[in-house]
């Protein structure tokens, strides 16, 4: 008896996993709207409520058979666009910070040869162009709760506050370059 009591506290103890996938609009650089696809791996532990850890992500561009993913927790995508013919995917590498120079590290800039995934200098890239336009608010309070439709640009925006999920993002939109200043008044020195 006692072994089956543990067995089953330890399987309330432990996370259930949830793959969470969605399509979202993406406006481009050049006023285009495109659909990229997007999925994420969330592990909640099961007697916990709110926001889980996510394990996975990836990021789909179906038109150039463009794929992106990875295991690092805390890396988030903000920004795709393609420019000069050239695919970009910015992303947080979790410990974003302003150097004494005046730059902003942490930031990881991808971009594709064909569909070789290749990395980028952010002094190379043309992040003057880009905005901040993908989703991050991609988690409800539980898995039932998490994104799993169309996410519109209106939506991204303004968020779904009728049903009370997902408060939106005022910053979406907004050029990378504007959101990189914010960041030197409000992140750590390195």
């Given at each position: 008896?006692?072994?089956?009591v543990?067995l ?18 993406v406006q ?7 659909t990229?696809?997007?999925?994420t791996r969330?592990l ?24 992106w993913?990875t ?10 666009d393609?420019i000069?013919?050239?695919?970009y ?7 974003i ?37 993908l989703?991050r ?7 039932d ?10 939506l991204?925006r ?30 750590r020195?390195?």
């Open positions: 008896m006692r072994t089956i543990l089953l506290l330890a399987s309330f103890l432990s996370g259930c996993s949830s793959r969470n996938q969605w399509d979202e609009d481009l650089s050049t006023g285009q709207v495109v990229v696809q997007r999925e969330i909640r532990v099961l007697l916990a409520e709110g926001i889980g850890s996510v394990q996975e992500q990836w990021f789909h561009f179906k038109p150039l058979k463009l794929t993913h295991e690092n927790q805390l890396e988030i995508p903000l920004s795709f393609v000069n013919d050239a695919p995917l910015v992303t947080t590498l979790g410990g910070c302003s150097g004494t120079d005046g730059s902003i590290r942490g930031i990881r800039v991808v971009s594709w040869n064909g569909q070789r995934q290749i990395e980028v200098p952010m002094a190379a890239a043309p992040l003057n162009k880009m905005t901040y336009n989703h608010d991609y988690q409800g309070l539980n898995s709760d998490d994104t799993r439709v169309h996410q519109t640009l209106e991204k303004t968020g779904w506050r009728g049903i009370g999920r997902f408060g939106g993002d005022s910053e979406q939109g907004k050029p990378l370059t504007q959101w990189e200043v914010l960041l030197k008044r409000q992140v020195p390195c």
